[in-house]
DNA sequence: TGTATTACGGATAAATAATATCCGTAAAAG
DNA sequence: CTTTTACGGATATTATTTATCCGTAATACA
């Protein structure tokens, strides 16, 4: 079971985006170019995060994607759910009906409780959840400012701003 | 991303299991058979938790499968991770290095702290194993004997003995 | 000793999901 | 009117999951 490269492309780009001055825009291609991945199957990726609206996509000549909002708006669980969508890891197929004395599932409309097992399954991928929302975009800027040696986020930056250049 | 249905005929079983009177043991054919799922399919389950050694399998006639240990010692991290493998959910490809002015990756041997990214994902991944390991199946037994109906816990329990018998 | 039972594990097939590319459409800028 | 760019449908490729099959070995029992 693994989470599939979009995510981390999607956190990638959305890091990128985050450090981008105000009103500028950064096109698929280049954050493709800067990441060294397929511009194409990137797309999907980011078309995702616009569906969510976390980014926001503008056509046209000097267009691109920007963030929708602020980065301390944004967290690790909105863009892992925009492109991994919001369903559970574990799916219950509710195999207790098989059992040769099981309960009836309840006849019309009404809901059983969730067994035992599947409630702590449930409650594990919620942990996992809550700790992604506690993570913001801003609280990433903030660390990787920290980590990251001054001399390569400014040549990061340059090499964007001679490539929006235009 | 979903976790395969053997997590959840994992977990079944072993909630079978640890219900069952000492000496006792049952074979993947009644697991199957009682779960409604495909006995040679199931075996491959049942054998994973053999090789993580959270049950052990005897051949031959009234051979079968018991828990190699006591249910208060066997968390539901154990099952999931003796079936999933216990690799992160979150497997980063290091795009980074891709970036114009990136940090050259460590020449030998030596290894570069995860980025900033890929540790709030692998926390989010702990946070949902710890939740898994605090759970152990004498837990599940204790909540399950709270909520399901005496009658069904009979019904199923004369069921099991009396083809267990031989 | 022989036969039935059962787990074990390799090989393989089928179905599904992830990964990747292609191309036509529409919007915006100049 | 032309270029740039996101959007979204269609399709191909590859990997993973799901499922079955069968040969081997161990054990119980007659
Ligand atoms: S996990 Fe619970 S709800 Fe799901 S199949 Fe098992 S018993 Fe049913
Ligand atoms: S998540 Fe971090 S370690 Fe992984 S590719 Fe991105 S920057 Fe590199």
Redesign the interface.
């Known amino acids: 079971?693994?989470?599939?490269?979009h995510?981390?492309?999607a956190?990638?780009c959305c890091?990128v985006l985050a450090s981008l001055p105000d009103g500028e825009r950064i096109p698929a291609k280049l954050l493709a170019e800067?990441?060294?991945?397929p511009r194409e199957y990137l797309s999907k990726a980011l078309q995702a995060l616009s569906t969510a609206e976390i980014v926001s996509g503008t056509l046209g000549p000097n267009g691109g994607y920007r963030l929708a909002r602020a980065p301390s708006e944004i967290s690790?669980l909105d863009i892992v759910e925009a492109v991994?969508g919001k369903?559970c890891?574990?799916?219950?197929?509710e195999?207790?009906d098989?059992?040769?004395?099981?309960?009836k599932p309840p006849s019309k409309g009404k809901k059983r409780?969730p067994?035992?097992?599947a409630r702590?399954?449930y409650?594990?991928?919620e942990?996992?959840?809550?700790?992604?929302r506690s993570?913001t975009l801003a609280d990433?800027a903030k660390?990787?400012e920290k980590?990251?040696?001054l001399?390569?986020l400014?040549?990061?930056a340059?090499?964007l701003a001679a490539n929006l250049d235009r």
């Open positions: 079971m693994q989470l599939k490269n995510v981390e492309w956190l990638h890091s800067l990441h060294g991945i690790f991994e369903g890891t574990f799916v219950c197929t195999i207790r098989n059992m040769p004395c099981a309960e409780r067994c035992a097992v702590v399954m409650d594990a991928d942990a996992w959840r809550s700790h992604l993570v990433l660390t990787v980590e990251v040696p001399r390569v400014k040549g990061n340059k090499w």
